[in-house]
């Protein structure tokens, strides 16, 4: 079977019916296994509160527009 009838295969409900060895893709990872493939299996947010305040605080003394935007 050519790369084009897999393809075929794989859009085309119909077509797939009568093509055997091709099931529909779907379900076949589970939601775990994605999370691990794509390396957010096991990741904890560690940003913590603090950090978040201070980049704020930075970015807002050193925004150009802040000084007009607090005068009006």
Do not use: W
């Amino acid at each position: 079977m050519s790369n084009k009838e897999k393809a075929e295969a794989l859009r085309n409900p119909a077509y797939r019916a009568k093509v055997e060895g091709i099931d529909h893709p779907a379900g076949q990872v589970d939601e775990q296994e994605l999370k691990d493939i794509a390396g957010a299996g096991d990741t904890n947010p560690e940003t913590t509160p603090a950090c978040v305040t201070a980049t704020i605080t930075v970015s807002a003394a050193l925004c150009p527009t802040t000084k007009c935007t607090s005068k009006c």
